[in-house]
Every structure is written in structure tokens, then in C-alpha cells.
Nanobody, 113 residues
Framework: QVLLVESGGDLVQPGGSLRLSCQVSGTDFRSHSMGWFRQAPGEQRDWVATIHAGGIPAYPPSVEGRFSISRDDAKNTVYLQMNKVKPEDTAVYYC???????WGQGTQVTVSS
């Protein structure tokens, strides 16, 4: 059984930082493209970051320069470093094995003073 388990979501002040983790089990994801997505209440799920096998990242303009995706294949873990967060970053953040179509259950990030 493939499982993706996100952690690290929290309440953070604007301008602060947070690191999300996604622990993957049940699949060898070293050759897979992995990603982070987010969904705010009443909104569609949006793409946040992708990292391909070999570590090549990609970001939309909304988070470029503030967020950083990385992967540790030895630990079967994908990370999302979030810096200079804004209230509009508030959402449930989901990890995805893009290559295989698997999703985690999400972790809540709230940016508020």
C-alpha cells in the first residue's frame, strides 16, 4: 500500500518560515516526479512546486523565490521550505507522487498575526 504522509503544518506569522515534510512508503519514488499542491477554502487545488528525479525543481510565480522543494531519496521524504510566508499562503498543503497519481491527506498551514 502506498502512503504519503504530510507533516509540519502550523500557524505562522506573516514573514515567517515553515518546513513541510512528506514521508513516502510503499513505492520506490526515486525515479518519480514529486510535488506539492495547496487548496484554500472554496478554492481549487493549485500547484505549488515540483521536483523531478535528479532534483530539478519548478515553481509557479506565486511562490518562486520564497518556497523551495527538495527530496531525500534515502529517507523517502520530500520537503517544502516556505519562507517569507504571506496570509494568502494559508491553505491545506498536499504532497503528491505526480508520476503515479498518489496523494497524501494534507497538512494545514495558516499564516496570520
Amino acid at each position: 500500500q502506498v502512503l504519503l504522509v504530510e507533516s509540519g503544518g502550523d500557524l505562522v506569522q506573516p514573514g515567517g518560515s515553515l518546513r513541510l515534510s512528506c514521508q513516502v512508503s510503499g513505492t520506490d519514488f526515486r525515479s518519480h516526479s514529486m510535488g506539492w499542491f495547496r487548496q484554500a477554502p472554496g478554492e481549487q487545488r493549485d500547484w505549488v512546486a515540483t521536483i523531478h528525479a535528479g532534483g530539478i525543481p519548478a515553481y509557479p510565480p506565486s511562490v518562486e523565490g520564497r518556497f523551495s522543494i527538495s527530496r531525500d531519496d534515502a529517507k523517502n521524504t520530500v520537503y517544502l521550505q516556505m519562507n517569507k510566508v504571506k496570509p494568502e499562503d494559508t491553505a491545506v498543503y498536499y504532497c503528491s507522487d505526480i508520476s503515479m497519481g498518489f496523494w497524501g491527506q494534507g497538512t494545514q498551514v495558516t499564516v496570520s498575526s
